[in-house]
């Protein structure tokens, strides 16, 4: 006699239920042996990697090129204003290399407060992630402009420096006290000046101020003068612990400014060749998901051993949250958007982002023992940009779209478990409960007769 039992009654059942396994590789343990310890995306995060250069556009602040003394014309790449955007009032002069007086020739921005509205110098630090480790190494000097006056230069002037995510930095540069020939003020440059935080967010933004007294900044025409950015990070260790479906959300930036994922999509889908697709190489990984329990677990109560084929029904999902225009997950249409294949060409991968199939597996179950089929989904996750393809000449407007996808893998194979074990106390009870029989017909005081 042979009786079977859902999952929900076995006491075997309670691993944990993720997205079920696809795919035509088959890994078939016929001994019932513990889950392989690679199953499970469930690995400890491993050590963070060395320092590591970052790109900081136009660091000296020599673009756009400009001729004569100074300029208010914005620095490329670096934002100037009271928010995050990309602003158009003048909130920094630039001075030539030659009045700027720096050691190695370079261009300097001198921060302002005109009409003492707080403006700032921002740029986001391309390519550092969220929890890095990042250290900014520049050099300060005080003002060289001819509209300071001595008093506002003897004590040095004051600045406030931050990496989002770290600290407001109050900073003071060395004092100047030399007018040259040119009217303009010597410099006092310290070079090597560093700044250390952890990254509160992907792309952080930097920031210097001026705090230069109202008294003494003569309308925003004497600040203090900054040049020759450096960025390093050690970045994260890969967190191998988040689930497919509690991914990161997506982060759409245009320049320095955050935007709104849509329409950064909305942009890159515009032509197949708008954006590039880029993984993050060293957090992108395949990796098995948790075993579940697929279908019934079969309890065998009769004196042999059971040779039996049972279909087992897998089917896998993709992950992610990007609108449903780009094709891909969290829509996982499939559609051949633009987006799509930015994505294939960038990544080598043509995954099917929604798939389920059927297939046959011979269970062999022996007396007294209780058999189910567990699941593998082998699995892709991708973390990476898609960045516009032309850049602009300033970088303030460029496209930038980081996003996190998570679909079958194309490189490994779905693995398929019968386990077997003993029967349970509960399970032993069942198996020897009485035949169900129905009464004789005729009563069970009378005899058989002939007929019934």
Known sequence: METRQSPAGS?????????????????????????????????????????????????????????????????????????????????????????????????????????????????????????????????????????????????????????????????????????????YWKPAWRTGVTLAFTAGANEPLLTFVSTVAAAQNNNGYCGPLVTNVRVTQEPPPVDKTIPAGA???????????????????????????????????????????????????????????????????TANRSYGDLPTAAGLPGSGTGAPTNMAQQYTQGTGLAPAWNTAQERPVTEIVQPAEASWIETQAARRRTEGWFDATTKATDPNYDWRLHTVIDHPSTDLSDRIYQRTGPLTASEKLRCQSDRPNAPTPVGANDPAGAER
Not at 30 to 39: C, V, Y
Not at 256 to 269: F, G, I, P
Not at 279 to 299: G, H, I, K, M, N
Request: aromatic share 8%; with cysteine.
């Open 11 to 183: 006491a075997r059942t309670t691993l944990t239920r993720t997205a079920p396994a696809i795919g035509l590789g088959l890994c078939l343990g016929l001994l019932g042996g513990a889950t392989d310890a690679q199953a499970s995306a469930a690995v400890p995060p491993a050590r963070a990697a060395a320092p590591a250069p970052v790109t900081v556009l136009n660091a000296d602040f020599a673009e756009p090129a400009f001729t004569g003394v100074n300029t208010s014309a914005n620095p490329h790449a670096w934002s100037v204003g009271s928010t995050s955007g990309t602003g158009t009032t003048g909130g920094v002069w630039r001075w030539n290399a030659a009045t700027a007086g720096h050691p190695d020739g370079l261009t300097a921005a001198m921060l302002r407060l005109p009409g003492e509205a707080s403006y700032g110098l921002k740029q986001r630090l391309r390519g550092v992630r969220s929890g890095a480790r990042v250290t900014v190494t520049y050099d300060e000097s005080p003002s060289v402009s001819n509209y300071c006056t001595a008093a506002a230069l003897e004590q040095g002037q004051t600045y406030t420096v931050q990496g989002e995510g770290g600290p407001l930095t109050d900073r003071t540069t060395l004092p100047t006290t030399e007018k040259l020939p040119s009217n």
């Open 247 to 313: 991914l990161p959300a997506s982060e759409a930036f245009y320049g320095n400014d955050r935007r709104n994922a849509a329409d950064a999509v909305s942009y890159c889908n515009g032509a197949v060749n708008r954006c590039t697709f880029t993984a993050e190489a060293d957090y992108s990984f395949s990796y098995y998901a948790p075993a579940r329990v697929a279908a019934e677990t079969y309890l065998n109560c009769t004196r042999n051993t059971l040779n039996r084929t049972r279909p087992v029904a």
